[in-house]
C-alpha cells in the first residue's frame, strides 16, 4: 500500500516557476514508478511526467520537454516536478501517481496509487 500526498500547486504567471511535491508513505514505495499526471475538465486525465523507481529512466510529454523536470528522492520518499516556462495551458489539477511497473507509461491504468491533486493555476 502507497499514499502519496501532492502540495505545491497555486497560481503563477505565465512564465513563472512551481515545483510540485509528492510525499509517499509505505515500504515499498522505492519499487515504484512514479508519475505526474494533469486533467481539466471535460478532458482525459494524461501523464505529463514520470520516473522509473531508480530515477534513471524519464518520460515526458511532449506538451512539457524543456519545461518540465521530475525528479525522485528515495530516502526521503518524495517525488518533484520543477515546472519552468508555465504557460496558460498547463493550468490543471495535477496528480501525483505510483505505478508497480519498474518504468513510467503514459497509460492511466497502469498506476495503481493516487494523490488527492493539486491545483495549478497559470495565468495570462
Known amino acids: 500500500q502507497v499514499r502519496l500526498v501532492e502540495s505545491g500547486g497555486g497560481l503563477v504567471q505565465a512564465g513563472g516557476s512551481l515545483r510540485l511535491s509528492c510525499a509517499a508513505s509505505?515500504?515499498?514505495?522505492?519499487?515504484?514508478?512514479m508519475g505526474w499526471f494533469r486533467q481539466v475538465p471535460g478532458k482525459e486525465r494524461e501523464l505529463v511526467a514520470g520516473?522509473?523507481?531508480?530515477?534513471?529512466?524519464?518520460y515526458y510529454a511532449d506538451s512539457v520537454k524543456g519545461r518540465f523536470t521530475i525528479s525522485r528522492d528515495n530516502a526521503k520518499n518524495t517525488v518533484f516536478l520543477q515546472m519552468n516556462s508555465l504557460k496558460p495551458e498547463d493550468t490543471a489539477v495535477y496528480y501525483c501517481?505510483?505505478?508497480?511497473?519498474?518504468?513510467?507509461?503514459?497509460?492511466?491504468?497502469?498506476?495503481?496509487?493516487w494523490g488527492q491533486g493539486t491545483q495549478v493555476t497559470v495565468s495570462s
Open positions: 520516473v522509473s523507481w531508480s530515477g534513471g529512466l524519464t
Open positions: 509505505g515500504r515499498t514505495y522505492s519499487s515504484y514508478a
Open positions: 501517481a505510483a505505478s508497480a511497473g519498474k518504468v513510467p507509461v503514459p497509460r492511466r491504468s497502469e498506476y495503481e496509487y
